[in-house]
């Protein structure tokens, strides 16, 4: 059992609270499942038990969609698919057939699934997660126990997991939720998204979580990673009254963007569907940095008309007329297969055909999405531009700007790809605008899985190497005199977000929920401590170096 030492892991969301650790273990009554005579069913009715049972399951994880939006529904909606996926039932079904019980298919079929996802990577290996959740679930219902899931902590705790599944984390109450602390996961798993979506602070990846005393106070610091165990109570609630302070500053700040001393830094909001939309159109921000419209179709397997699309695109734009919304076009692949567009079985999809390659061999996939585009804006008055992702090569981002500008709009293209990294100054000569996209970049710089949790110190967007990229990006906007934003998990972290802005760096699309502390820090520093702290951080030779330059840096001259 830890007791009187201090855990570490990746911060993903700020703040600092203490309260007591409750853990969080996924388990089912094994009298339950030791009773159940699995053997007793033949081939058809075995299947028919894990019918009913998956579809329980799925119907579960509807309903916690349906009282959600944003991240929280998107992921809950795909673990539903997932539950009711053909090819999982026939991978039950062949184990059925040769010879194993019900207990057994379903265990075989799972862990054949997690293999494939693993080796796929990115955030397909994030998945097998998901794919744990259900059989869990779908094993609870099979022998009659309750479904396994986080009970709502009588007083306001500290949840304590190894991971969280998406239904868990979806449906985390943040009145009683203090913090989570979790042994796995990345900046970019599913429970450090919806922390964010519910600005509950967040710690991942911290080894040893488990081992703390159940019931025991923990000090939980979002900012710098650290997870307290036993602190001085009388040291911890100064810290946290100081905290909420700054938080009760974050609350009452109403934009728009700015340093301390004026300079302007558009603050924009990640939006993927029209509920995350109106999400964002409540808050201080200055339209849409990034709308991925992919997620609007995961669960499609033909390709909508483009008056379809349209009329999808415009209820997401409505909020935001006059105001600059970012469209990107399909991001499907690797990670977010698209039935109607993505392609089946390559060996390496995280490094295969996504994004804009989609175009390559189905031009008119493109063009149809362009024109549905058009005329959304059209009808909305949105300031609409565009941009491609996974662009490596400066004939793409040529041929992408040439569509886009056929048709009236303002086109960028994403910075994903360390090549189109280094060079960004030629990628504006034929483009209008930036968007780094930090996940991909940071996955891609370091060649390390993003939702690997042993490799969550090489995932960290505070790599030297990824604010180098970043650096390069950004000093190419100022001297084309073209705008750089940039729309990954990094947008929302207030601290690097001064880093970001003393690099050049024009805009930060993040969460909704994100934006009020981005702003509020941004407000409390000069252009030139900015400036400072990208040099500190530049400098530094890790990340956890890097946060702790920047943090000397923004209280000695904040």
Not at 4 to 13: A, D, E, I, S, Y
Not at 406 to 430: D, S
Not at 470 to 484: E, N, S, Y
């Amino acid at each position: 059992m830890v007791t009187n030492t201090t855990l570490r892991g990746t911060p993903v969301v700020p703040g600092l609270v203490v309260g007591p650790a409750v853990l969080v273990r996924a388990d089912i009554d094994p009298a339950a499942v030791a009773s159940y005579d699995a053997t007793a069913l033949d081939e058809g009715a075995a299947l028919t038990a894990y019918d009913e049972a998956v579809e329980a399951v799925a119907h579960g994880y509807e309903q916690r969609s349906a009282t959600t939006s944003g991240a929280a529904a998107e992921v809950l909606t795909a673990s539903a698919g997932l539950a009711r996926d053909r090819g999982l039932r026939s991978a039950v079904r062949k184990h059925l057939r040769a010879g194993e019980d019900l207990l057994g298919a379903l265990s075989g079929a799972i862990d054949q699934f997690v293999g494939i996802f693993t080796e796929m990577g990115g955030l397909m290996a994030e998945r097998a997660s998901d794919l744990r959740d259900i059989e869990r679930r779908t094993l609870a219902h099979l022998v009659g126990a309750p479904e396994p899931g986080v009970a709502r902590p009588s007083v306001p705790s500290v949840l304590v997991a190894q991971d969280l599944a998406p239904a868990d984390a979806a449906g985390l109450d943040p009145t009683v939720v203090l913090a989570l602390v979790t042994e796995r996961g990345g900046p970019t798993s599913h429970t450090a998204i919806i922390a964010r979506q519910l600005a509950i602070p967040c710690v991942v990846g911290v080894a040893g979580a488990l081992a703390v005393p159940e019931g025991g106070d923990l000090l939980v610091d979002g900012t710098t990673g650290g997870v307290e165990v036993a602190p001085d109570p009388a040291q911890a609630q100064e810290r946290v009254l100081a905290d909420r302070a700054r938080r009760e500053q974050v609350a009452a700040w109403s934009g728009p963007g700015a340093t301390a001393d004026g300079v302007p830094v558009k603050l924009v909001a990640n939006v993927a569907d029209p509920e995350s939309a109106a999400t964002a159109g409540a808050e201080p921000v200055e339209g849409v940095g990034l709308f991925r419209t992919e997620l609007c179709f995961l669960n499609r397997a033909d390709e909508p008309g483009v008056e379809e699309q349209a009329a999808i695109y415009a209820e997401v734009l409505r909020p935001f007329t006059g105001q600059v919304v970012v469209v990107r076009t399909l991001d499907a692949g690797s990670d977010k297969p698209v039935a109607f567009a993505t392609q089946v079985g390559e060996e390496n999809p995280a490094l295969g055909v996504r994004g804009l390659r989609l175009s390559f061999d189905n031009p008119a996939l493109l063009v149809r999405q362009l024109d549905a585009i058009r005329l959304a804006a059209d009808r909305t008055g949105a300031e609409v531009q565009v941009m491609a992702p996974m662009v490596a090569t400066v004939a793409e981002a040529a041929g992408f700007a040439g569509l886009v500008r056929e048709r009236g709009l303002r086109a960028g293209v994403m910075i994903e790809v360390p090549a189109a990294a280094l060079l960004a100054h030629r990628m504006l000569e034929v483009v209008d605008f930036l968007s780094i996209g930090t996940n991909d970049l940071t996955q891609y710089t370091m060649a390390a899985d993003r939702m690997a949790t042993d490799l969550a110190h090489l995932t960290d967007p505070w790599q030297p190497a990824v604010l180098q990229l970043i650096a390069i990006t950004a000093h190419a906007g100022r001297q084309a005199g073209k705008p750089v934003g940039v729309c990954g998990e990094a947008a929302a972290d207030p601290l690097l977000a001064c880093a970001l802005v003393g690099m050049g760096i024009t805009s930060l699309s993040m969460a909704p929920a994100a934006v009020r502390a981005v702003g509020a820090r941004l407000a409390g520093v000069s252009a030139e401590t900015c400036e400072e702290v990208a040099e500190a951080v530049l400098g530094a030779t890790d990340p956890a170096a890097a946060r702790a330059a920047a943090l000397l840096v923004v209280e000695r001259r904040g």
